[in-house]
């Protein structure tokens, strides 16, 4: 169903641009257009997307200061500075997995939610 509703969305963009009919057309398309995506359900989804978006862009900074006080403390501890250094660095590495874990996983969340809003638009169960 992506593959359709992508098909549908780059032939109507390239008659838009390629399109010779002139300031009139084009505004008919964009009146359109915007009737679509002022409608309820396209809305509706929209804010779903937002709302998941919003979510999904705490978790990773969250992450992200976890592991720099991970760091932090690691190179703050008791020893030599070589100790110190080796500490820093073998928890370095572990953060830097638990981000890419945590950036893996947002990712994939942000594309389920994309897919199923696409899947909805094209099947008829956004209302549209």
Not at 34 to 54: H, M, R
């Amino acid at each position: 169903m992506r593959g359709k509703a992508g098909l549908v969305v780059g032939l109507a963009i390239g008659y838009v641009l390629g399109s010779r009919a002139g300031r009139e057309r084009y505004e008919q398309i964009k009146g359109q257009w915007l009737k679509v995506w002022n409608l309820g359900p396209v809305q509706e989804q929209v804010g779903k997307v937002k709302d998941f978006a919003k979510s999904q862009a705490m978790a990773l900074p969250s992450t992200l200061w976890d592991s720099a006080v991970k760091v932090a403390q690691a190179a703050s501890s008791k020893g030599s500075a070589g100790q110190k250094l080796d500490a820093a660095v073998q928890v370095g590495k572990e953060s830097a997995d638990d981000i890419a874990k945590a950036a893996d996983t947002s990712a994939r969340a942000v594309k389920d939610v994309v897919d199923d809003v696409i899947d909805d638009a094209t099947s008829g169960q956004g209302g549209a």
